[in-house]
């Protein structure tokens, strides 16, 4: 009987080793490697940024016919509704001082309540003068007779 055939180390690594599974081996290494080679061993931590503070111009009221009008508006309120917070703030800033300054009118502000709309026009006692509202309840307040289409008959255009 012939005596067993023992497998040679170079079969053995033959075997082991395929010429995809070098292929494989060969690559991760390699990208290791190009991966090692990048870092320095330091961590950089990232810089903060600076937000630059905003620069704010004078509003353009001035240039508005009528506003610097105070027999139109003097002694008059005006109640407004608006969404509060940061936002109503920036509304108080930017448009309700100046016009108040300028026309001698005063500006009241209220939160934006459409509940609270709707119970004054059905009660007949409206008291808001401009709402704030938001577009998705502009058109089922409408339906309902709650607000209605500006009468520009009643106004005048011209510079519009």
Request: proline share 7%; glycine share 6%.
């Amino acid at each position: 009987m012939p005596a067993p055939h023992r497998e040679t180390q170079q079969e053995a690594l033959k075997r082991r080793l395929s010429r995809r599974r070098l292929l494989q081996q060969a690559s991760l290494l390699a990208a290791g490697l190009a991966v090692a080679s990048c870092a320095d061993g330091s961590v950089v931590a990232p810089s903060p940024t600076v937000t630059a503070e905003p620069t704010l111009e004078p509003t353009l009221v001035e240039a508005v016919p009528g506003y610097d009008d105070p027999a139109r508006w003097e002694g008059q309120t005006l109640n407004v509704t608006s969404w509060g917070g940061d936002y109503q703030e920036a509304q108080k800033r930017a448009f309700f001082e100046p016009f108040e300054r300028l026309s001698g009118a005063t500006i009241s502000l209220d939160p934006t309540d459409v509940v609270a709309l709707r119970n004054q026009v059905d009660a007949g006692e409206v008291t808001w003068d401009i709402c704030d509202i938001l577009a998705d309840d502009v058109l089922p307040l409408a339906n309902v007779g709650v607000i209605q289409s500006i009468d520009y008959s009643r106004i005048d255009t011209t510079d519009l």
